[in-house]
């Protein structure tokens, strides 16, 4: 089988703009992402006349809306390559071996016949997966692939969605989630350990279309398999802003999401101890959310009631009884419990 290739000189065009748009190119700072671009601090010696202060903003005002224009170009030509490449396993395929040349081969100028051989030798390996020929525990590399381009699509138009907009990705997330614990039986191995990184300043897509400033959205996560994350950080809050009653629900699915892809991920051991020392935790995890956000505090106490019902072996139960005493003494002063704890430092 052979990949769909796009002509470098293609890619080469949309990096330069890219590269353009930003200005430097991204360096990674010690965490591992972009640098983060600090606003100057005002000088007061910088002393302007009120002539010079209204011809630069002028000059500004014209300058923004051709930065916007030519930002927005750039951004819109690499989403279509990128959103193309989702169709299929095979076209992903074709566009992250044209970003590992260019990345790995033609910036470096490493000698046409090295590079060649490196392409020659990773067509193989993919051609040998997609009949196979590989090992099974490695996953199938262009389902990886295929995932990662359709995450990183979804958090560039989170990084761009205006405050206003952002709840419209909420659907687009919940449907990524859905593909991704479809896909679970096929990313084990190389394949998972490739998505995990999908999104990171190495990923030769990333680095090919010089991405990583444009991923840095506070309340989105970046990893594609960290199914929590995405209900952390994104779905829970904006569910909380607007659909107290929808939590509940939402809570369940990660649970029943992240339960999904983990059997298919871990050895039927590793699972059960899962089961036994993580689910339980989260399900406490539930209960607690539900009972500061929730729409009712009152199920929620009988939520965690349940969970220590359910689990009284497990190592966080102590705490749990103790936590739940606290929360009930609290809901009704008037007949505090004999079984209360004294508050510490009293």
């Known amino acids: 089988m052979k990949f769909l290739i796009l ?6 065009t949309s990096m330069t703009c890219s590269a353009l748009a930003q200005g430097t190119r991204n360096r990674p700072n010690q965490g591992g992402g972009a640098e983060t671009a600090v606003a100057p601090t005002p000088n007061p010696a ?8 209204n011809t630069v903003l002028n000059q500004l005002k014209e300058l923004e809306a051709q930065v916007l224009q030519m930002r927005g170009s750039n951004l819109s030509s690499i989403l279509s390559k990128l959103q193309a490449a989702m169709a299929s396993d095979q076209a992903a395929m074709g566009l992250y071996l044209d970003c590992d040349r260019l990345v790995n081969s033609d910036r470096k100028e490493v000698a ?9 030798d990773m067509e193989k390996r993919m051609d040998q997966r997609a009949k196979g020929g590989g090992n099974n525990e490695e996953g199938e590399f262009g ?4 995932l990662g381009i359709h995450y990183l699509v979804l958090t560039l138009q989170a990084h761009e969605a205006k405050e206003e907009d952002f709840e419209k990705m909420a659907p687009k997330l919940q449907e990524y989630i ?11 191995g190389r394949a998972n350990g490739y998505l995990a990184n999908a999104l990171s300043n190495n990923n030769p897509i990333v680095d090919a279309f010089s991405l990583s400033r444009y991923l840095t959205r506070k309340d989105w996560n970046k990893n594609p398999l960290d199914i929590g994350s995405m209900y952390s950080q994104t ?7 607007d659909n107290k009653d929808s939590l509940p629900g939402l809570w369940d699915a990660r649970i029943m999401a992240e339960g999904t892809f983990k059997k298919e991920n871990l050895y039927a051991p590793e699972f059960e101890l899962w089961t036994k020392n993580e689910l339980p935790a989260m399900r406490w995890q539930r209960a607690v959310y539900l009972y500061e956000k929730g729409p009712s505090p009152v199920n929620a106490l009988a939520d965690m009631l349940k969970v220590i019902k359910d689990n009284p072996a497990h190592a966080d139960a102590p705490k749990w009884v103790a936590d739940l005493r606290q929360l009930v003494n609290h809901s009704a ?7 209360l704890e004294p508050a510490p430092g009293s």
Request: hydrophobic share 45%; charged share 20%; glycine share 0%.
């Open 333 to 339: 002063p008037e007949q505090t419990s004999s079984n």
């Open 143 to 146: 389902v990886a692939v295929r």
């Open 112 to 120: 046409k016949t090295d590079a060649r051989k490196r392409q020659d």
């Open 7 to 12: 002509p470098s000189a293609i890619l080469l």
């Open 178 to 188: 859905q593909t991704l614990v479809a896909s679970a039986p096929k990313l084990k």
């Open 46 to 53: 910088a002393a302007l006349t009120e002539a010079q202060v």
């Open 235 to 241: 779905l829970f809050p904006l569910a909380a802003q």
